[in-house]
């Protein structure tokens, strides 16, 4: 089976869970758990996390994906949903181990680069939906979002706890995906 066979397999058995179907839970659970003990593993030895660590990651995964299942959007692709959950998750255990690791530039280059894509047209178009946004909402989204600040340096040079930054940037990019449903058509 292909990647993006099972990946679509996921998807079936999870749209089909959402819709109340406790046995294609189950085996979107004992079908992903393999894949997310793979990536957790090969995530911990890039990073130089013990492997002990990537199972306790794993467990924090299927919690987080149990808990958030109903953000997922049924007519997107799983995977990278999975995959930001299992990066978040991974995120927060060297943080919990108080390390900082060092990812060489090479390694992550590829994550980096633009979608060639995103013109220059959808550019100015992102910033165009941006000026819909109240002060200083607008301000932190482009400073975390598009210039690449941590919420450390937003909160510092804005004069706001990093609390308040977090809390200000959640509810902006909700008022951004309203924005973009209303802009596209969707519903929500």
């Known amino acids: 089976m292909t990647h993006?066979?099972?990946?679509?397999q996921w998807a079936t058995w999870m749209r089909a869970a959402m819709a109340g179907d406790a046995q294609s839970?189950?085996?979107?659970?004992?079908?992903?758990?393999?894949?997310?003990?793979?990536?957790?593993?090969?995530?911990?030895d890039l990073l130089g996390a013990p492997p002990s660590e990537a199972e306790d990651i794993v467990q924090d995964v299927l919690l987080a994906v149990h808990l958030k299942r109903g953000t997922w959007d049924p007519a997107r692709p799983i995977g990278p949903w999975l995959s930001a959950i299992v990066r978040n998750k991974l995120i927060d255990a060297l943080r919990r181990r108080g390390r900082h690791i060092n990812v060489p530039l090479d390694d992550v280059l590829e994550s980096l680069a633009i979608d060639p894509e995103f013109s220059t047209a959808d550019r100015l178009d992102a910033e165009q939906v941006l000026t819909r946004l109240k002060e200083p909402q607008r301000d932190i989204v482009r400073s975390i979002s598009i210039e690449g600040a941590s919420v450390r340096e937003t909160a510092t040079r804005l004069k706001m706890t990093e609390v308040a930054v977090r809390v200000s940037l959640h509810r902006a990019l909700k008022s951004?995906?309203?924005?973009?449903?209303s802009k596209t058509g969707e519903d929500g």
């Open 4 to 8: 993006s066979m099972r990946e679509e």
């Open 176 to 181: 951004l995906a309203q924005i973009y449903r």
């Open 25 to 44: 839970y189950h085996r979107f659970l004992t079908g992903v758990t393999p894949h997310l003990r793979m990536v957790a593993r090969r995530k911990c």
